[in-house]
């Protein structure tokens, strides 16, 4: 997350292909691509498959000002980023409704909460309230690990933390309550394989033989 | 839809709750508010009631050129409007995925086919295969009506009309295919009647009984 707007919010830039990585010597799937560029691949994959309709939102812009020059396009020359009201991502798979976000650490041992803005737990919070799919797609970059993880173990630790708890996720919770990613070739974020282990784990939770 | 970009989009520009309407002289529950404007009053109410999560996407905007000035916010000084890839409107509902669009024309006697863009119609039809609940909120400025119209008609009508088929759809077939609305006061587009009406329908087609 290279910029920061003065909220805090980190702004999601039109990322490049091209765009340095931390590790450009390491051999993996998704190499020299950020997380988001992963998924909005991850997205058409599974889109041309007719496996899922996910989509990334686009970022939030108030515009103040517009050109229309004559004989080209209309030029926004004034605009301001406004904060997310929601996740990043969300779409429907198989007739459900999938709700996410997605967030890198370089961290070893734990991802801290401070990834996260209260409005977007609140945003999940009313997600799972209505029996949407939610959960964080959260890469450790450092380590090449990658994970799902619901959002109600991290609703959890949020809520723990605003009470006087510890300001992270350790890896060993992440490990516990997500479901590890096994990159792939094609796509290399494969996350619809832990949305099915959710759906299934949320099955057996209701009493389901499996 | 007073600003259009070259490529034909409508650009829905930042509304404002004082813009002026078609009608000012006419009494009715959203009067001097655009059928977005109403939508995104709808989706805050049922949010707070804990009915549905449903947010319009922001704008897609392709940002070329930003400044940061010392001491104050991140200005986007060159950007341009990218045609959206999917509907406007998405979210969740007791589950269930809900996407849709929402249009408004002044005809009194048909709807344009020529409001959608073939993208929109190619996601609807995408999110359908998925079982998701599609739709289109019509509003018929003039009449005073205002419809849930259910994707698997709207598709079918466009389909036709790729093959030489009438370029709209006849009040008549909104109709008896569509849900008509009753403004209420709060929200004044009580839409989710029309989702309950779609998914009653559905329920019955597969052969539950009512």
Redesign the interface.
């Known amino acids: 997350m290279p ?1 920061h ?3 805090g919010n980190a ?1 999601a ?2 990322k490049q292909s091209s765009a340095p990585r931390k590790h450009p010597n390491v051999l993996y799937g998704g190499r020299g691509m950020t997380l988001e560029d992963e998924l909005n691949n991850a997205n058409m994959y599974y ?1 041309q498959r ?1 496996r ?2 996910v ?1 990334k ?7 103040v000002k ?1 050109d229309y020059p004559a004989r ?11 904060t ?3 996740t990043d991502y ?10 996410f976000e997605a967030k890198e650490t370089k961290n070893k041992a734990s991802f801290p909460l401070k990834n996260f803005h209260p409005h977007q737990i609140e ?1 999940m919070r ?2 799972l ?4 799919i939610c959960f964080v797609v959260i890469r450790f970059a450092t380590l090449h690990r990658l994970f799902v993880y619901p959002a109600t173990p991290l609703i959890t630790a949020w809520d723990e933390q605003t009470h006087g708890g510890r300001k992270s996720i350790t890896l060993a919770e992440i490990e516990q309550h997500g479901f590890e990613l096994t990159p792939g070739i094609e796509p290399t974020v494969p996350y619809l394989d832990g949305v099915d282990w959710l759906l299934k784990k949320a099955g057996t939770q209701r009493g389901e033989q499996e």
């Open positions: 910029i707007y003065p909220n702004y830039a039109p889109l007719g899922a309709v989509y939102k686009p970022t939030p812009i108030q515009i517009v080209s396009k209309a030029v926004i020359r004034e605009a301001y980023f406004k997310p009201s929601t969300n779409g429907v798979y198989e007739g459900r409704y999938l709700d945003h009313a997600c309230t209505q029996n949407g």
